[in-house]
């Protein structure tokens, strides 16, 4: 039996987060710079958001770009920032085909102008698509987010428009830059490290972490279709007994 009818679509994650890794180390492997992988690593892109709107997931995480990367060396940086540049001028069109909404997180005013300018154009040119929400991470840092909804809510509370009594996980929740989107339930790594790497740190209180060790740029529908399979197969307690929930 193929994958995808193996999986049980009433008990589809409505939100999957990826870390994409494994670029530079799948283009070593090749004899390639670290930039062919990155460069393969677009179709990954492609057929994962694919895949996922074609499922019924609702929305996708994919993380990008973390603010550690700017600790790279320029080359390659210079290099991911046109890459995105390039991928998300000639991906509007498909995404609007598959009626899929473009959204981002992160610090994004810090990204090059043109980087910025890129992303923002796709965000507007998306945003009345209603199939599924791709969300891509760039500049994020989950210690960014928190801090910065830490003073936004300090603000309020000096500007009192708000009382500490009413600081709560749905007041907090709203002034992070996730605020919106369901958290998610299934964050996937790929490439074998199994660290979260700054990403998605409050959202991810309950997802179920799925590792694999194939490199992003290998990463294909088969591969996601794998991880849903095995999320569906995991018993979700949130602190509860196994007895309690049958
Ligand atoms: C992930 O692949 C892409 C980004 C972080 C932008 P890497 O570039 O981290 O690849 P490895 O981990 O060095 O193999
Ligand atoms: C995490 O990957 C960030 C992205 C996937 C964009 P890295 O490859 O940068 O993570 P570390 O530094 O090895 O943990
Ligand atoms: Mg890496």
Do not use: C
């Amino acid at each position: 039996m193929d994958l995808k009818s193996q999986i049980n679509l009433e008990k589809l994650p409505r939100h999957i987060a990826v870390i994409m890794d494994g670029n530079g180390r799948w283009a070593k492997q090749h004899g390639k710079p670290r930039v062919f992988g990155h460069r393969n690593g677009v179709k990954s892109v492609r057929e994962t958001t694919e895949a996922a709107a074609e499922l019924g997931v609702e929305y996708l995480t994919l993380y990008a770009f973390s603010t550690e990367n700017w600790n790279r060396p320029q080359f390659e940086i210079n290099a991911l920032m046109t890459l995105l540049v390039e991928t998300l001028r000639k991906e509007v069109e498909t995404l609007n085909e598959n009626n899929i909404r473009l959204q981002a997180i992160g610090d994004l005013t810090k990204l090059p102008k043109k980087t910025y300018k890129a992303l923002m154009e796709g965000i507007k040119a998306t945003s009345q698509n209603t199939r599924m929400t791709l969300v891509l991470a760039l500049n994020y840092s989950a210690r960014w987010e928190i801090l910065n909804a830490v003073k936004e809510l300090a603000q309020k509370i000096d500007n009192k428009q708000l009382k500490q009594a009413e600081i709560n996980e749905k007041t907090f929740e709203h002034a992070l830059s996730t605020h919106g989107i369901p958290d998610p339930e299934l964050l996937i790594r790929t490439s074998g490290e199994t660290r979260i790497s700054n990403f998605l740190l409050w959202q991810i209180a309950y997802a179920e972490l799925y590792f694999t060790p194939i490199f992003w740029p290998e990463f294909r529908k088969n591969n996601l279709y794998d991880a849903i399979i095995d999320f569906q197969q995991r018993e979700r307690r949130f602190g509860k007994t196994s007895e309690q929930l049958a």
